[in-house]
């Protein structure tokens, strides 16, 4: 089928997985899964309708390798009990997708979820008092930093062994990978703080050991701030070295995005997650120049990453304008997640060539439908 959209139609590699079009469904938390971590009918379902839509390659949501880490309802991926029903979401994505491939999520929440550990008290690389909870973590220990780099990797094998094409850490947001690479949350004197290199070690650790499980080609991904907006947080600079690190230790992708549940406290609107009126959301990404708003941070990441792919996430909406980030170099990949919640039927309809811009207006109502019985859906329609 001849296309108006070139390049975002056209395949890439990611070593040796190969994605059919360069629109990734980007992962959000959707609490379609049982209270026992076992992804359901309704799980199913949902991404059933994502590869029907045509896109290239799904992120699921977060899944947990450690139970005082997730969020509810999210699945879990924390030991080989979990391969018979985790393997069912790959085999009902890879039947109806026509190519589309899938990587599981994985992370923990860290400091920023403090109701799911049974004494109230969450985890985090440093004590650091986090206003959006309003508690102050307990800091872990170097024995259980090394438990949990063994978690992360042993359900990398899991999510190989239940059919998954790939996987992607969840490293940004202020989750308890974030909180390890930013020098506002990890302020350890060990060698898993002070230095770029050694903040980034738990990520270096992670996929050495994870590769020593599953080999070298099994794609690993990284979902990562380009800045925390958070004083004396990441900022530019340093995540592009810490990009650096990444691709050396061999992440095949990196989704770049920007903030944390605590700069919500402060400026709700600089990472675009405040749920509000639609008429005051279309005032925000209301025309093709509010879109992409990571797209410098990508374009940076791009020029100084030589080996991992760049994925840009962030307010996309209209096909022109991914197939221009695309054919100028900008990005490899391109990726959307809001829109896909109202739409899951977009890239089939740009490919054929209805290239309309999404309808999605980016007022985040869906992120409060979450604790419904279903779970996540869009709230406007």
């Not at 590869?51 to 899944?63: P, R, S």
């Not at 589309?100 to 049974?118: D, Y």
């Not at 050495?208 to 599953?214: E, I, L, T």
């Not at 070298?216 to 990284?222: A, H």
């Amino acid at each position: 089928m001849q296309t108006s959209l070139p390049h975002l139609f056209s395949e890439m590699a990611l070593k040796t997985l190969t994605l059919k079009n360069l629109l990734v469904r980007s992962a959000t938390y959707e609490a379609k899964a049982g209270d026992d971590g076992r992804p359901a009918n309704l799980y199913l379902g949902f991404y059933r309708r994502l590869a029907e839509g045509g896109v290239g390659l799904i992120v699921t949501c977060l899944a947990y390798p450690d139970r005082y880490g997730k969020l509810p309802r999210a699945p879990g991926v924390e030991d080989a009990g979990c391969l018979q029903a985790l393997s069912a979401v790959p085999a009902s994505i890879h039947k109806v997708g026509n190519g589309c491939k899938v990587a599981l999520q994985i992370g923990h929440t860290g400091r920023q979820v403090p109701h799911i550990v049974p004494d109230g008290k969450p985890v985090a690389p440093s004590p650091v008092f986090e206003p959006y909870s309003g508690i102050t973590p307990r800091e872990l220990s170097l024995p259980e930093i090394e438990t949990f780099i063994d978690k992360c990797a042993d359900a990398i094998d899991f999510a190989r062994r239940a059919g998954f094409d790939a996987v992607q850490l969840h490293a940004a947001h202020g989750w308890l990978l974030s909180s390890f690479l930013s020098p506002h949350t990890n302020r350890r004197t060990d060698i898993y703080g002070g230095s770029t290199q050694n903040r980034t070690r738990i990520m270096t650790e992670i996929i050495s050991r994870a590769q020593k499980r599953v080999g070298d080609d099994f794609p690993v991904l990284v979902k990562m701030n380009a800045c925390d907006y958070a004083e004396g947080g990441i900022e530019l600079p340093e995540a592009l070295a810490i990009g650096k690190i990444l691709d050396d230790a061999g992440f095949a992708a990196l989704e770049v995005s920007s903030g944390t549940w605590e700069t919500i406290t402060r400026d709700p609107q600089v990472i675009g997650w405040k749920a509000e009126p639609i008429a005051e959301a279309r005032k925000r990404i209301n025309t093709v120049k509010d879109e992409a708003y990571h797209r410098e941070f990508a374009r940076a990441f791009k020029k100084e990453i030589k080996g991992a792919r760049v994925i840009l996430v962030g307010g996309l909406k209209t096909p022109a304008l991914m197939e221009e980030i695309i054919a100028g170099g900008d990005a490899d990949l391109v990726s959307l997640s809001r829109a896909l919640i109202r739409e899951p039927d977009l890239p089939n309809r740009w490919r054929a060539g209805r290239g309309t811009r999404a309808a999605c207006v980016s007022c985040n109502l869906c992120l409060e439908t979450v604790v419904e019985k279903d779970g996540l859906r869009c709230a406007v329609i």
